[in-house]
């Protein structure tokens, strides 16, 4: 492999994908990207083999990701949803090796946005690891990686940090799981920046770069320097990838809570950060061999 693998999220122009957005993928290879990550919330609407075919005549990779709503909650301690959420989750990994996709993540261990009355215990966690167990067991005939991406308190009240994350990885205990992580909810819930993703990386499938506030990356807080620090010194070769919005939908701020335009367009946000992005890694790998 060579160096970092730099992934474009679908939201970046669309919130729901359909066979219209196919044409996505060519504009995601002319800006420079490696890869294209296709949301599977509105499952019914993919196209896996359509998606295939195009990504291998372009020469992309494909990452998939989704969120679970309170009807298919995997934590929760209802059994028939419980089922629910392990089927989707099912159906979502073979859509994912239909698509010939690399992984497969997201907020996959309890429904984003929910709320609970205290801090959870460890039931929870029980749950989640159980399903998710049966869920990497199923994805690994496809050689899928399945990744656990923790999101900030008030998207999820079950896994915000890196160190929850691998407690729940080191409980479900598959070679095929994976930490997903996101620099947008770490800059909320983490101490630092390196000091995770260098714990994570023995375990790293996907690295959303998020700025802040979503916007371009190096225009906010995240600290750029730690993170790629970390990458290069624990050699890291994988997906990164950029989750930012500047045109953002109706149907999408629900979820993103971006109420302000970020960029003047999501084209000048996606360039701009992934020029800032491939500069970092340039400086940070070269020490270490550059790309390999």
């Known amino acids: 492999m060579g160096g970092l693998l730099y992934a474009v999220h679908a939201y970046a122009w669309t919130s729901r994908w359909t066979e219209e957005s196919l044409p996505l993928l060519s504009r995601a290879r002319e800006l420079g990207f490696d890869a294209v990550e296709i949301p599977l919330m ?7 083999q359509s998606i295939r075919k195009e990504a291998e005549r372009l020469g992309l990779q494909i990452v998939t990701s989704t969120v679970l ?26 859509v994912s090796a239909e698509m010939g996709a690399l992984s497969f993540s997201g ?16 039931e929870y966690l029980e749950r989640a690891a159980e399903a998710l167990k049966k869920v990497a067991q199923w994805a690994q005939d496809a050689r899928l990686l399945v ?5 900030n308190r ?38 630092d920046f390196y000091t995770p993703t260098k714990k994570a990386i023995p375990y790293l499938c996907h690295y959303h770069l998020s700025e802040s506030h979503r916007g371009i990356p190096g225009t906010g807080t995240v600290d750029w320097e730690g993170i790629f620090r970390a990458l290069a010194e624990g050699d890291y070769r994988g997906i990164v990838g950029m989750e930012s919005f500047a045109e953002v939908s109706d149907s999408m701020r ?12 999501s084209d000048v946000l996606l360039k701009e950060g992934l020029a800032f992005l491939k500069a970092l890694e340039k400086r940070h790998f070269a020490p270490f061999g550059g790309k390999k």
Not at 107 to 122: C, E, M, W
């Open 42 to 48: 509105d499952i019914g609407s993919i196209h896996p």
């Open 254 to 265: 629900a979820g993103t809570c971006v109420w302000r335009k970020m960029a003047p367009s």
């Open 69 to 94: 709503s309170e009807e298919a909650d995997v934590s929760s301690p209802d059994a028939a949803v419980r089922r629910k959420g392990l089927e989707y989750l099912k159906r979502c990994v073979d």
């Open 154 to 191: 008030y998207e999820t009240f079950l896994i915000n940090t890196c160190d929850q994350a691998l407690e729940l990885l080191r409980m479900i205990d598959e070679p095929n799981m994976r930490v997903h992580l996101d620099s947008y909810h770490m800059n909320i819930e983490e101490n």
């Open 147 to 151: 990744g656990i991406e923790p999101v």
């Open 107 to 122: 907020v996959i261990y309890s429904a984003l946005g929910k709320r609970i009355a205290t801090i959870p215990g460890r």
